[in-house]
C-alpha cells in the first residue's frame, strides 16, 4: 500500500478519533490539505468541501477496512485480500466502454482521472453476510464518467466486469465462481449522485485488497455489488447478469436493495455486527436502504422489494 506522500498528515493526526463533533471542520481542514500535498494521479485533485452526502458515524480504522475484506479472487477467507492481492498489478490500468455508448473505447485510467473532481465520501457499507463498517472513500460519481462517453437513450442498465488474471489472482485458478466476477445497476441507479467509482480511502490510493485501482461502491445496497477492480463497463438494453445472482439466485437478488425487512434465506437481515465494535458493543439495527433512504426510495416506488429483492 503507498502511503501518498510522507509527510501528509494521517487521520488520526488531524482528527482525535473520538471526537467526531466538528467532523464537518475537520473535513474541511483535510481537504484543504489534501489539495496542497497529495500527489499522483489518482487523488491529484480532492474537493476541499465536505460531501453533504457522508455519514456523521465514526469511521472504522484504515486497519479493520484493510484487513477484513471479500475478495474472492484471492481466497474465501477474510484475511485472505491482504495476504494476496499484492500480487495484482494494477499499473498500467485501462477501462474497456462499451454498448450502447456515444465514445466507446479503451480509456487509460489517468484520462478518465484527469477531469473529475475527487471527493471524500464517507458512507456506511453493509454486506450481505451481515457484518458493516463506515468508510471513508475518496472518489467520483460515476455520472460524471458515463456523461462523458455519452449514455445513448436506449439503454436501460450498467455491466461491470472486473479484471480478469489468473496468474495474478489465485481464486481465478479454482472452481465455485464463474469468472470474471461481474456486476450491474439500472440505469437510474448508475446515476444516482449516490452512487461512485472510489480511488482510494482514508488519504491513500485504493488499497489492492479493496478493488484497487478503482471500483464501484453503492452504498444502499448489499456489499457485492459494489464490485472491485474494474476493467470494462457496458451499457446495455438488458439487465446483465450478476456473479451472485448466478451463483445463488434464491439468495442473491439483481437489485441488492439494503432491507432489514427481507431476510437472507439462512439467516436475518434484521441487524448487523459493525466491525471493531467490540466484544460486547451488540448488533445494530439495519436501516431500510442502509440509511440512504431519502436519497434513493423514490427509484423502487411501486416496486415489491421482496419479489425485487
Ligand atoms: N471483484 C470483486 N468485487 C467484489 C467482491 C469480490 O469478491 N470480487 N466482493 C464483494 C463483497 S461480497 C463485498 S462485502 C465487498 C467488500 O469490499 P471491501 O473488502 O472493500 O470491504 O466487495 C465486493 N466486491
Ligand atoms: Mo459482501
Redesign the pocket.
Known sequence: MRKTHSTDPSWSDVTPKADFLNRRQIMAGAGAMALGSIAGPALASIDAKPSAYSTDAAPNTLKE?TSY?????FGWDKGD?VQYAGQMVTDPWSIEIDGLVDKPGTYPLDDILKPVTLEQRIYR?R??EAWS?VIPWIGFELSALLDRVGVQPSAKYVAFQ?LYRPEQMPGQRQGGIDWP?VEGLRLDEAMNPLTILATGLYDEEMPN???APIRLVVPWKY??K????IVKISLTEKEPPTTWNRLQPREYGFYANVNPEVDHPRWSQATERRVGAGLFAGREPTLMFNGYGEEVASLYSGMNLAKFY
Open positions: 477496512i475484506n471479500n475478495f474472492y479472487e485480500p457499507f454486506c450481505v463498517m472486473t466476477y485488497q479493496n478493488g456489499g457485492f459494489s464490485i472491485k477492480s
